[in-house]
DNA sequence: CTAAAGATGTCCT
DNA sequence: GGACATCTTTAGA
């Protein structure tokens, strides 16, 4: 199976999706190149009933892709140098995203440590914005379509059930008690393990 | 208009 | 464990 995941897969609860995008392969085509990963940690972020939510005090310029059709890609760009890849949930006009905040690369390793500028495989990927700038994914590619399969999109490989742990979200300072983070467990690219 | 914070990463001690 | 880079977005005056 290498066709892009359908519309419907998105369409569903924030929170399942997050869990249920765990296994799957991230698809990265450059030029002549494809980079691909697989995703090992996800945190869901939902709409007015979540404060850490970027869409909780309802839409803006910035956040306008979460409140569209699911399936989309939302990109934002932090701290003033970092971009963060989410992927949009829900039905239109309800607002939700999962942000992909660890990948396990399986292809096109060359080129991401270009990008990286590091040989340490584990550092390529092992967060949401190192992935994003392993994998060349910038603010042209927010509101891209996901099922087009063209550029940026995710598929499923062979089906997995991975073993998951959730914890807390990482970085927020509302919401906090919500165990909205979902991680492939003994994964040596998950981000900020002690 | 102005200010402050931010879904982070890196380098330093 | 902590400082700092760096700039967009958003909230508030």
Known sequence: MTNPLARSFYERDTIHVAKALLGK????????????????????????DDPASHAYMGPTRRNLVMFGEAGHAYI????????????????????????????????GIKMMTKHRKTDRLVELTNGPAKLT???????????????????????EDEPRTPEIKST????????????????????PFVSRKR
């Open 133 to 155: 700038q392993a994998l060349a994914i910038t603010r042209n590619l927010n509101g891209h379509d996901l099922t087009s399969g063209q550029g940026l999109f995710i598929v």
């Open 76 to 107: 934002y760009f932090t701290y003033g140098m970092h971009y963060c890849l989410n992927v949009t949930t829900e039905r239109k006009a309800q607002p939700g995203a999962v942000l992909i905040r660890a990948v396990q690369p399986v292809r």
């Open 25 to 48: 392969i991230l698809v990265r085509r450059l030029g002549s190149t494809t980079m691909a990963a697989v995703i090992v940690e996800t945190e869901g972020y939902r709409g007015y």
């Open 168 to 187: 807390r979200r990482i970085g927020i300072v509302s919401g906090r008690e919500k165990l909205w983070r979902f991680f492939m467990k003994e994964n």
